[in-house]
């Protein structure tokens, strides 16, 4: 496993002191000494800071080479300043820039951090202005927690476009980024698991190419399930008869067999992964949907013997909570059966118009489910869903009971740092979700989902945020009004929030 470099800073006497250690001499956890990483009662918190200087990026000018979905290759509108890079958006539908990834465990009231740790950016990285990265999960086993995420391996930081490449190389010679830049140019999707002690381990798919994985977990019965999209070609278009399998079989939500390699570049065995109930063929209005993209899964949890997972983004499928059980194997996952959750919307993304886009699932208890909606921005959704949704199981059937934004939706920030002012940021809903139970009254954190000025809204600097719910209110009682979002971290200039686990004892 690798042993990255790990920060430690521990509460003394009031005062943060900053240690730093390396995990070379680490031993394993002590029963009765705090260890090193994923501190018991601590809120775990996934980040990303955009870095210029590595890579492909430090080059990028004006006229630079890019990839085009429409043209197949253009040139890059701006250069690499934090604040106008995003720009090149408009002219390069895949543009993305890889950057490494920061976990800390921070005091889940305070936001003090207790611990950091760099995952190794020469094993993988994020894409740092894909909005839907980075979701996290926490799961204890018979070993202590162990935390879990997706990111790119090999990409390094500064490669321009990575989280649209494809996952093995040669998936979709359609794919402009492989146009572009050529077969090899292709990062497998990794998962990555880390320990008490922050050894890490690497899990690589050739999943999700053409697009990210957005989340992944360790299942109770010992396999990974990861949500992600696929396909930024041609080769899952319909109307073009090129249902490409490497494409099409590769998304959605996937059963992943382990490999925890000590490297991101372990050899993939055949079939070690598999898509759970591909929803292909979906039709609005008599004609099919892309395929690949029906499956654009968001958010996933495990609670009660089944997955739990989302799809709120995009114009295909349907926009709403799913569930599957029990859980999946890898060598059965095509006959497993997805079912929409009871009392959750049935029809069209593409009739809906996004007023529903629904993130993260987080259970209270068996009968009180919480549903981020990441929003949109217009006025309709953010009045109705955007923000945390709070659902109760009534006769089978979920229902929901209020929708909690005081303190949240249409907040301002104005940031400026080091390339300028960033634009006016309002923040117009949530994404990814932990909580804690108490007896009668439930802690949820969640990063936020943004509105700007900005090329692209998933660089803008973003917030984690803390809210208390009492569980037994089921409508909007004056009380229930008086709950109130409030800030743990950010927004901070060049950084974004992306995933939040909870470490429980």
């Known amino acids: 496993m690798r042993l990255p470099t790990l920060s430690v800073r521990?509460?003394?006497?009031?005062?943060?002191?900053?240690?730093?250690?390396?995990?070379?001499?680490a031993s394993p956890a002590v029963p009765g000494k705090k260890p090193p990483f994923l501190i018991p009662h601590s809120l775990v918190i996934s980040t990303s800071t955009y870095d210029n200087t590595q890579g492909a990026i430090a080059s990028?000018?004006?006229?630079?080479?890019?990839?085009?979905?429409?043209?197949?290759?253009?040139?890059?509108?701006?250069?690499?300043?934090?604040?106008?890079?995003?720009?090149?958006?408009?002219?390069?539908?895949?543009?993305?820039?890889?950057?490494?990834?920061?976990?800390?465990?921070v005091d889940p009231s305070t936001g003090s951090v207790l611990a950091s740790l760099s995952v190794p950016s020469d094993q993988v990285v994020t894409s740092f202005s894909s909005k839907s990265e980075l979701g996290l999960h926490v799961v204890n086993g018979a070993n202590g927690p162990t935390l879990t995420f997706v990111g790119y391996g090999g990409a390094g930081i500064g490669s321009i476009d990575a989280s649209d490449s494809d996952a093995v190389a040669g998936q979709d010679p359609t794919n402009p980024v492989t146009f572009c830049f050529?077969?090899?140019y292709a990062f497998p999707r990794e998962v990555v698991s880390i320990d008490q002690t922050g050894a890490i381990s690497y899990t690589p798919t050739?999943?999700?190419?053409?697009?990210?994985?957005r989340s992944a977990l360790l299942g109770s019965n010992g396999l990974y399930y990861s949500v992600g999209n696929s396909n930024n070609g041609a080769s899952s278009q319909y109307n073009q008869g090129i249902t490409n399998p490497d494409v099409t079989e590769t998304t959605g939500l996937e059963a992943i067999t382990p490999i925890n390699g000590s490297s991101w570049n372990v050899t993939i065995p055949p079939n070690n992964s598999a898509e759970v109930d591909p929803l292909l063929d979906f039709t609005f209005n008599g004609k099919l949907d892309k395929a690949g993209k029906d499956d654009n899964f968001r958010g996933v949890t495990e609670y009660?013997?089944?997955?739990?997972?989302?799809?709120?983004?995009?114009s295909n499928g349907i926009d709403t909570v799913y569930t599957v059980s029990p859980l999946p194997d890898v060598s059965d996952a095509g006959s497993a059966t997805i079912d929409i959750v009871p009392g959750f919307?049935?029809?069209?993304?593409?009739?809906?118009?996004?007023?529903?886009t629904p993130f993260a699932v987080f259970f209270a208890n068996p009968t009180t489910m919480y549903v981020t909606d990441e929003g949109t921005g217009n006025t309709t959704d953010q009045t109705t869903h955007a923000g945390l949704e709070k659902w109760s199981l009534v006769n089978g059937t979920w229902q929901l009971d209020y929708v909690l934004t005081n303190g949240l939706i249409g907040s301002?920030?104005?940031?400026?740092?080091?390339?300028?002012?960033?634009?006016?940021?309002?923040?117009?809903?949530?994404?990814?979700?932990?909580?804690?139970?108490?007896?009668?009254?439930?802690?949820?954190?969640?990063?936020?989902?943004?509105?700007?000025?900005?090329?692209?809204?998933?660089?803008?600097?973003?917030?984690?945020?803390?809210?208390?719910?009492?569980?037994k209110p089921t409508t909007m009682t004056k009380r229930v009004a008086q709950?109130?979002?409030?800030?743990?971290?950010?927004?901070t200039y060049g950084n974004v929030y992306r995933g939040v686990a909870y470490v429980n004892p």
């Open 182 to 184: 050529g077969d090899s």
């Open 60 to 105: 990028l000018v004006v006229g630079t080479t890019l990839p085009d979905t429409d043209s197949q290759t253009t040139s890059a509108i701006a250069g690499n300043d934090y604040v106008n890079v995003w720009n090149n958006d408009s002219v390069d539908a895949s543009f993305g820039v890889s950057s490494g990834i920061q976990l800390s465990d």
């Open 345 to 356: 919307p049935t029809d069209s993304a593409k009739s809906t118009g996004g007023n529903f």
């Open 483 to 491: 709950e109130s979002f409030s800030v743990l971290a950010g927004p």
């Open 304 to 314: 009660g013997g089944a997955l739990w997972f989302t799809k709120g983004s995009g």
């Open 10 to 25: 521990l509460l003394a006497g009031g005062s943060l002191v900053a240690l730093a250690t390396s995990l070379a001499a």
């Open 412 to 471: 301002i920030d104005n940031v400026t740092g080091y390339d300028g002012p960033w634009p006016t940021i309002t923040t117009v809903g949530l994404r990814n979700l932990t909580g804690k139970v108490g007896k009668s009254t439930v802690t949820l954190w969640a990063t936020t989902s943004t509105a700007s000025a900005s090329g692209d809204n998933g660089a803008d600097p973003n917030k984690v945020v803390v809210i208390t719910d009492r569980l």
């Open 206 to 213: 050739i999943d999700y190419g053409g697009n990210n994985g």
